[in-house]
């Protein structure tokens, strides 16, 4: 039976690496949204997704305190979601294609869920 590796540093977690890699895939993908959107949709969307991984971040410093731990993972869950509202927007607007937010949009389904697996099993977590 192989033992289970036992996480260090938030780094590790794969949910950080997801998130890490979709926001740097949105900051690659809005370097090209039209200069008047530099205030409003690009600066939001990155400030999004990269409040994913910041949040997360911070809760893994906190684990000590079950209950902050659990609400930064829940502060990276709207911060995921607020990323998809984004990505909605950059469709509609035609700044991005359909496959693309797909792709993105499923990741960040995915990243919510693991979140929340993550929130509904504290307890592995904290010490």
């Not at 993908?29 to 911070?58: G, H, K």
């Not at 659990?70 to 909605?88: F, G, I, V, Y």
């Amino acid at each position: 039976m192989e033992k289970k590796k036992h996480i260090k540093h938030f780094r590790e977690l794969n949910v950080y690496q997801r998130a890490f890699k979709a926001a740097m895939h949105i900051f690659e993908i809005t370097q090209s949204f039209p200069v008047n959107e530099r205030y409003s949709l690009t600066d939001q969307i990155r400030r999004s997704s990269r409040a994913v991984c910041s949040n997360l971040a911070e809760g893994w410093r906190k684990r000590i305190y079950e209950l902050v731990f659990k609400n930064k993972l829940t502060d990276s869950m709207m911060e995921a979601s607020e990323t998809q509202c984004w990505l909605e927007f950059s469709l509609a607007c035609k700044y991005i294609k359909q496959d693309t937010f797909e792709k993105l949009d499923n990741e960040y389904e995915e990243i919510i869920a693991m979140l929340n697996s993550m929130e509904m099993n504290s307890k592995k977590f904290c010490f």
